[in-house]
């Protein structure tokens, strides 16, 4: 573990994901990261619509 970065679960998570989308040709044309709000997502494989829930809120990406 890196230090005082133990419990930074999310930061590391985000990070990670960032560097195997790049690696792997991927770009984030939005994104919706931090903050302590829980958040559902759903992909739309047929359209590509990525929509985000939060709160019982939805809006698109």
């Known amino acids: 573990m890196r230090g005082n970065d133990l419990f930074h679960t999310g ?16 770009t984030l044309a939005a994104a919706e990261f931090g903050g302590s709000i829980p958040r559902g997502l759903t992909l739309f494989t047929d359209t590509g619509r990525v929509s985000v829930k939060t709160f019982g809120k939805e809006h698109d990406l």
């Open 11 to 26: 930061a590391r998570n985000t990070e990670v994901l960032r560097e195997l989308l790049t690696r792997h040709g991927f």
